[in-house]
């Protein structure tokens, strides 16, 4: 199995920046980042979960998605050493708001990654992110 957990939310003002941090450990763990694809997905209060962001190899090629709610803002990125998943915030709005999740997809489509949170089969347990003044 495969587990993920998320952190690094916080309270931060509007235009502020922060970082958010997946880790992932368990008995698949050598096929997180080599195999699967990995998401980042937000669901704000009375709001359905969304994806915002995913990253997969598919050959010799790294495959990066975004939303467009998020394209220029944030980046998502890995560490293969330290088996873990990155997305950087920055210029956060209040709609930005949510709770914020990672999640791995273990069947990934040929070629880049998808946000159809459907596909995902492990998920963390999330994180806050307010953006308040």
């Known amino acids: 199995q495969l587990q993920l957990v998320e952190s690094g939310g916080d309270l931060v003002q509007p235009g502020g920046s922060l970082r958010l941090s997946c880790a992932a450990s368990?008995?698949?763990?050598?096929?997180?980042?080599?195999?699967?694809?990995i998401g980042w997905f937000r669901q704000a209060p009375g709001k359905e979960r969304e994806g915002i962001s995913c990253?997969?190899?598919?050959?010799?090629?790294?495959?990066?998605v975004y939303a467009d709610s998020v394209k220029g803002r944030f980046t998502i990125s890995r560490d293969k050493v330290k088996k873990m998943v990155y997305l950087q915030m920055d210029s956060l709005k209040p709609e930005d708001t949510a709770v914020y999740f990672c999640?791995?997809?273990?069947?990934?489509?040929?070629?880049?990654?998808?946000?159809?949170?459907?596909?995902?089969?492990?998920w963390g347990q999330g994180t806050q992110v307010t953006v308040s003044s």
């Open positions: 999640a791995a997809d273990s069947t990934p489509p040929p070629g880049i990654c998808s946000l159809d949170q459907g596909r995902y089969r492990f």
């Open positions: 990253i997969n190899y598919s050959g010799s090629r790294t495959n990066y």
């Open positions: 368990g008995s698949l763990l050598d096929y997180f980042l080599d195999y699967y694809a």
